[in-house]
């Protein structure tokens, strides 16, 4: 009779399951614990997305939303879908393309965004940037494609040249996405997981993934 084969991240008990992040098999405990704990787990994993879709977002420690002084409506965000839906699709596709890149990174380079452009709106210029590597990572790959982005509405006809205003406005709005939907784990995904429902085609971007870190 064979052996049976443990899993890979306890070597103790009967492996269960097949995990992308370590790429082998585990068993459903360390599944369980060190999912987005100690595993970067890919947004393509059965088991994380069950996950996300029984968790329940922690609320914010003080109550409060990030930049309140700015206001989002709904009509808002209706009339400017077209800049939403390429800054969503953009800042997760960068972030899909950095290694290791959870929420904690991209909400940093949304506050690093933000502070940019509330600058820019005091009629100053100067770029504000993440302090991690990776954020910094993700930061460079998104502003890149912003800039094709707004050089190519500028070529368009009939198109208004995007305000920074408007692309402030888009940016709060997306932080605060970010900071409703967190679950405490030191590696969360669950607001790029977000991102990527909301991304008309999701299959479209491939992902970098990173071995287990324990």
């Known amino acids: 009779m064979p052996e049976p084969v443990l899993c890979k991240i306890c070597q103790k008990r009967r492996a269960r399951r097949f995990c992308p992040a370590v790429n082998g098999d585990i068993c459903t405990i360390c599944c369980g614990t060190e999912r987005e704990v100690s595993l970067t787990c890919p947004l393509h994993c059965e088991y994380l997305e069950e996950a996300h879709k029984r968790e329940k977002p922690l609320a914010s420690p003080d109550g409060q939303m990030s930049n309140p002084d700015i206001r989002v ?100 709005f997306l932080r605060r996405l970010g900071e409703q939907n967190q679950n405490g784990k030191p590696r969360c995904r669950l607001f790029m997981d977000l991102l990527r429902r909301l991304t008309p085609d999701r299959g479209r971007v491939p992902e970098q993934t990173s071995s287990i870190i324990i």
Not at 146 to 155: A, G, I, L, S
Request: charged content about 30%; overall charge negative.
């Open 73 to 172: 409506t709904e009509e808002f965000l209706r009339q400017h879908e077209e800049l939403l839906l390429f800054s969503i699709y953009s800042l997760l596709e960068a972030a899909l393309r950095t290694p290791g890149a959870n929420d904690s990174d991209v909400i940093a380079v949304l506050e690093a965004l933000i502070q940019t452009h509330r600058t820019l709106e005091s009629g100053l210029v100067y770029e504000t940037r993440p302090e991690s590597t990776v954020a910094v990572g993700i930061h460079r790959l998104f502003t890149a494609s912003f800039e094709d982005y707004r050089k190519e509405r500028k070529e368009r006809e009939q198109v208004a040249e995007i305000k920074n205003s408007e692309i402030l406005t888009v940016l709060v």
